[in-house]
Nanobody
Framework: QVQLVESGGGLVQAGGSLRLSCAASGRTFSTYAMGWFRQAPGKEREFVAA????????TYADSVKGRFTISRDNAKNTMYLQTNSPKPEDTGVYYC???????????????????WGQGTQVTVSS
């Protein structure tokens, strides 16, 4: 069982930066693949970024590629999402998720993940 708690959300101006954190409980954090998803008002949840257990493999949605960076510190049981040059369309509730299942390709799909955090709100002003 893994519990996930996001933090670091808030209001940021377009072009600024914000770092989101996802703290995980449990001693097996390093074996999980992790992902970030977001949901804007009136829209479906969408994939943002994912990272394998060993920090070697990462994947991003095209909309954030080159601006966001996902990383993890297994010693601290924490995953991060560095958001640089955010845009108003990046506004939404950001969720972190964890899984021990799935192929590399399936990490972009929410159904692959077994555990979810409660979300943190990110609002980007223009």
């Amino acid at each position: 069982q893994v519990q996930l708690v996001e933090s670091g959300g808030g209001l940021v101006q377009a072009g600024g930066s914000l770092r989101l954190s996802c703290a995980a409980s449990g001693r097996t954090f390093s074996t999980y693949a992790m992902g970030w998803f977001r949901q804007a008002p009136g829209k479906e949840r969408e994939f943002v970024a994912a990272i394998r257990w060993n920090n070697v493999y990462t994947t991003y949605a095209d909309s954030v590629k080159g601006r966001f960076t996902i990383s993890r510190d297994n010693a601290k049981n924490t995953m991060y999402l560095q958001t640089n040059s955010p845009k108003p369309e990046d506004t939404g509730v950001y969720y972190c998720a964890a899984t021990t299942r799935g192929t590399i390709a399936s990490l972009t799909w929410g159904g692959t993940y077994d555990y979810w955090g409660q979300g943190t709100q990110v609002t980007v002003s223009s």
